[in-house]
Nanobody, 127 residues
Framework: QVQLVESGGGLVHIGGSLRLSCAAS????????MGWFRQAPGKEREFVAG????????AHADSVKGRFTISRDNAKNMVYLQMDSLSPEDTAIYYC????????????????????WGQGTQVTVSS
């Protein structure tokens, strides 16, 4: 099992940046593929970005491509989401998720594909 705790959310102005962090417990973090999802009020949870267990492959949703970057540090049991050029449409609760997966080139982009979730961190982009 793995436990996930997100941090780094907050209030930011349009065009600003935030870096979300997700701390994972356990000694087998390097066997988990990781993902970031978000959920805005009244909307379904949506995929933002995913990364393979070894960090060699990553994918980003079209809506954030070129602005957000997912990364991980297996030595620290951490996964990150760098968010730049933020807009009000990025306002949501952001969740870190994990799935046990040793495939090297597959990114799962559905929330049902992940077994473990953090509690979420609020990101609000205002003018």
């Amino acid at each position: 099992q793995v436990q996930l705790v997100e941090s780094g959310g907050g209030l930011v102005h349009i065009g600003g940046s935030l870096r979300l962090s997700c701390a994972a417990s356990g000694r087998t973090f390097n066997t988990y593929a990781m993902g970031w999802f978000r959920q805005a009020p009244g909307k379904e949870r949506e995929f933002v970005a995913g990364i393979t267990f070894n960090g060699n492959s990553a994918a980003h949703a079209d809506s954030v491509k070129g602005r957000f970057t997912i990364s991980r540090d297996n030595a620290k049991n951490m996964v990150y989401l760098q968010m730049d050029s933020l807009s009000p449409e990025d306002t949501a609760i952001y969740y870190c998720a994990a799935r046990r997966d040793l495939r090297t080139a597959v990114i799962v982009a559905t929330s049902t594909g992940y077994n473990y979730w953090g509690q979420g961190t609020q990101v609000t982009v205002s003018s």
